[in-house]
């Protein structure tokens, strides 16, 4: 059964940091480009992070340029480190796989989890 299970979500105050997690099952992580977006209450979705099959080539929207690090693992998962974190960064995180990159953009989605929540007080 293919699945994506994020963790590690939580809240914390501004300006500090907080890595979620995304484990895969049913499918193996180095054979899809992966990414993470979020959507915070009232808005559309946002792209933060994208990498390429291959880790080719690994990138993040401007609004986080900085402060958050995706990274993909060996052991079938991947990370986002958030550093510097603001109040606007409260959303609802995802992680998802696909077919590629362009820039920060997951596209071909073909896998998604069901989000961890991210709060960040001020």
């Known amino acids: 059964q293919v699945q994506l299970v994020e963790s590690g979500g939580g809240l914390v105050e501004s300006g500090g940091s907080l890595r979620i997690s995304c484990a895969a099952s049913g499918f193996a992580f180095r054979d899809y480009a992966i990414g993470w977006f979020r959507q915070a209450p009232g808005k559309g979705r946002e792209a933060v992070s994208c990498?390429?099959?291959?880790?080719?080539?690994a990138s993040v929207a401007a609004f986080v340029k900085g402060r958050f690090t995706g990274s993909r693992n060996a052991n079938n998962s991947m990370t986002l480190q958030m550093d510097s974190l603001k109040p606007e960064d409260t959303a609802v995180y995802y992680c998802?796989?696909?077919?590629?990159?362009?820039?920060?953009?997951?596209?071909?989605?073909?896998?998604y989890g069901q989000g961890t929540q991210v709060t960040v007080s001020s």
């Open positions: 990498i390429e099959i291959g880790d080719a080539s």
């Open positions: 998802a796989a696909g077919g590629a990159c362009s820039g920060p953009v997951l596209i071909e989605e073909r896998h």
